[in-house]
Structures are given as C-alpha cells and as structure tokens.
T-cell receptor, first 117, second 108 residues
Framework: GAVVSQHPSRVICKSGTSVKIECRSL??????MFWYRQFPKQSLMLMAT?????????EQGVEKDKFLINHASLTLSTLTVTSAHPEDSSFYIC?????????????FGPGTRLLVL | TQLLEQSPQFLSIQEGENLTVYCNSS?????LQWYRQEPGEGPVLLVT?????EVKKLKRLTFQFGDARKDSSLHITAAQPGDTGLYLC????????FGAGTRLTVKP
C-alpha cells in the first residue's frame, strides 16, 4: 500500500514556541491531505483539509492562525503549531489521498506526538 | 458531534470468543473504512466497503456495509490476543471522519 511519512515522530517544546510537522506521501501524489488530532483515549478529530495549491479548510473550532497548514507540493504538507501551549499537547496525524473527490483511499502517517512544557 | 457512532466503546473478551463491533450513522456514505490503531501509531487500513450490502472477509474478520450505506459492522471470529487494539470506522464523502472507536482487549 501507499506510504505516508511524518517528521518528527516526537517533539518536546517550550510553551510559546512554534513547531512544524511535515507530512510526505512517498510513492504517490497527494492532491488532498488531512490533519487530525488525537487526545489520549479518544478518536481522531479532523482539524483541516488541504488541497495542493489552495488554502486549507479548517473544521469548526480549529484556529487557522494557530495551526498553519501549507500544502505547497503534491507530496508535502506541513502543519505549524504557533505559540504552542500545554493544551496543544496531542498526537497529530496526517493522511493523504490522491484525488480531490471522495471514494479514494486515505493513507495515514505514523503520527507525531507533541508535548508542550 | 460524532457523525459516526460506534458501539461498544470498550470490549474485553477471552481468546477464542467471537465479537461484533457496530458503526452507525444517519448519513449516507459513498464508502466506509475500518482501521485498527495501536498505541502511538497511526491508523492502519483494514478494509474499504463501497457497495450497499457488501460483505468483505479478511481472514477471521468479516466486514459488512449496510444496504442503505449508513452503517457497517465488523465481526471477528475466534479472537486472539493479537487482535487487541483500537478499531475505528471512518467515512466521508469528501473528507474522512472517525467514529469514537472500539477499544478491544482479548485476554489469553
């Protein structure tokens, strides 16, 4: 199956700093990428959807100025958590899909665990 | 608000038992996916169901998509400790949203 990587896999940062997480599709072109957040013992919650070359669409309650998403190429999307706070500590997972429409399989990255001190 | 309701949320059984996990929604989906997630890892796709009434088998796992494409079930036969994990159903027409998950523990 298709492979999606994330970097870093784990990051610890101080409160107030910014953290960038990369999501790459390794063997296919990802027209659409998704970012999810998962708190302990909970399911994945969709944060935003990004299509290559256009602005991301954020879910209700997700601050677009705090969670900056860039999908500049067909194989790379980045999520930057700006001015991180302890409550932003979570497991961030990206997924990638080759098409813009539904019905295509999404492939998930291994996740990035963020701990904000 | 979860678009997809999963039940049960927790399930603890003995090795060898059978179990069924349900995923229900009031919405119609073009497709539904089932994933399994281990702690600290991303979800791994088990199956995608597309056609209403479709049944797919993956070794001891049987997946069914409801006729109206609003619900799905996962049945595991003769569960093994290696089946322990978080099972997630997900669906969407342009994006993918997850149910709350079923945390399965299979005791040896």
């Amino acid at each position: 199956g298709a492979v999606v990587s994330q970097h870093p896999s784990r990051v610890i940062c101080k409160s107030g700093t910014s953290v960038k997480i990369e999501c790459r599709s390794l063997d296919f072109q990802a027209t659409t990428m998704f970012w999810y957040r998962q708190f302990p013992k909970q399911s994945l919650m969709l944060m935003a959807t990004s299509n290559e070359g256009s602005k991301a669409t954020y879910e209700q309650g997700v601050e677009k100025d705090k969670f900056l998403i860039n999908h500049a190429s067909l194989t790379l999307s980045t999520l930057t958590v700006t001015s991180a706070h302890p409550e932003d500590s979570s497991f961030y997972i990206c997924s990638a899909r080759s098409g813009r429409e539904g019905g295509e399989t999404q492939y998930f990255g291994p996740g990035t665990r963020l701990l904000v001190l | 608000t979860q678009l997809l309701e999963q039940s049960p949320q927790f399930l603890s059984i003995q090795e060898g038992e059978n179990l069924t996990v349900y995923c229900n929604s009031s919405s119609v989906f073009s497709s539904l996916q089932w994933y399994r997630q281990e702690p600290g890892e991303g979800p791994v796709l088990l199956v995608t169901v597309v056609t209403g009434g479709e049944v797919k088998k993956l070794k001891r796992l049987t997946f069914q998509f409801g006729d109206a494409r609003k619900d799905s079930s996962l049945h595991i036969t003769a569960a093994q400790p290696g089946d322990t994990g978080l099972y997630l159903c997900a669906g969407g027409n342009n994006d993918m949203r997850f149910g709350a998950g079923t945390r399965l523990t299979v005791k040896p």
